[in-house]
């Protein structure tokens, strides 16, 4: 167990439905991540928390929104889902240590399949 | 900009064999310098880091990876290979920044042969 808890692990739903995707992070940890691992993208970097803050974006759709909350656990929400929005979605949490750059903890994923 | 670069998908190695499994950067500044394995239906699991110091740095499960600044290169290297090394590797950098984030490579596909 990586501390790192992402539910639900699968999740299987119909085009144009929405979903949310939910992420606690390790204990202490305030950086939260969110990745798209698909077969032909690889890892893809979709958005950044830090502290309840939007922090970095990357590669997200429109369509998709994040938020984190005061108690650090964060929430990906996709809608107007599409076939192509099936793959494994990750979220990592990391610390600040002062000088200290820190890795990143991963959870064990949801798999999103749409249909 | 923060780049990295897997150039093999895949790599074949014989049970009992050398592995290696390349990596090359490019970032401002000192790079701090990541790999992670991934087994199958599971998330990203951390097996070393560069940070400072000697160039080689021994990770998990008997992994080592050899940081060469000359070459920006942190390649991935066993000296005897496994058939449960078999897995997807990911290498990574971040730049020495405090808001410098992650940037992952494609990965490489390990494949160790019985």
């Known amino acids: 167990d990586s501390g790192v808890t992402q539910t639900p692990k699968h999740l299987i739903t119909a085009t144009g439905q929405r979903v949310t995707l939910r992420c606690s992070p390790r204990?202490?940890?305030?950086?939260v991540y969110w990745y798209q691992q698909s077969l032909d993208q690889g890892l893809q970097f979709l958005i950044q928390?830090?502290?309840?803050?939007?922090?970095a974006k990357g590669n997200i759709l429109e369509r998709f929104s994040a938020q984190q909350f005061p108690d650090l656990h964060s929430e990906l929400n996709l809608s107007s889902l599409e076939l192509g929005d099936s793959a494994l979605y990750f979220c990592?949490?990391?610390?600040?240590?002062?000088?200290?750059?820190?890795?990143?903890?991963f959870g064990s994923g949801t798999r999103l399949t749409v249909v | 900009a923060q780049s990295v670069a897997q150039p093999e998908d895949q790599v074949n190695v014989a049970e009992g064999n050398p592995l290696t499994v390349k990596c090359t950067y490019s970032?401002?500044?000192?790079?701090?310098l990541f790999w992670y394995v991934q087994y199958p239906n599971r998330g990203l699991q951390f097996l070393l880091k560069?940070?400072?110091?000697?160039?080689l740095v021994k990770g998990s499960y008997g992994f080592e990876a050899e940081f060469n600044k000359s070459q920006t290169s942190f390649h991935l290297k066993k000296p005897s290979a496994l058939v449960s090394d078999s897995a997807l590797y990911f290498c990574?950098?971040?730049?020495?920044?405090?808001?410098?984030?992650?940037?992952f490579g494609k990965g490489t596909r390990l494949h160790i042969l019985p």
């Open positions: 970032v401002s500044g000192n790079p701090y």
């Open positions: 928390y830090y502290n309840g803050e939007e922090r």
């Open positions: 990574a950098v971040r730049g020495e920044n405090r808001d410098d984030k992650i940037i």
């Open positions: 990592a949490s990391s610390a600040p240590v002062a000088g200290m750059p820190d890795g990143y903890t």
């Open positions: 204990s202490g940890d305030l950086s």
């Open positions: 560069y940070i400072t110091g000697d160039n």
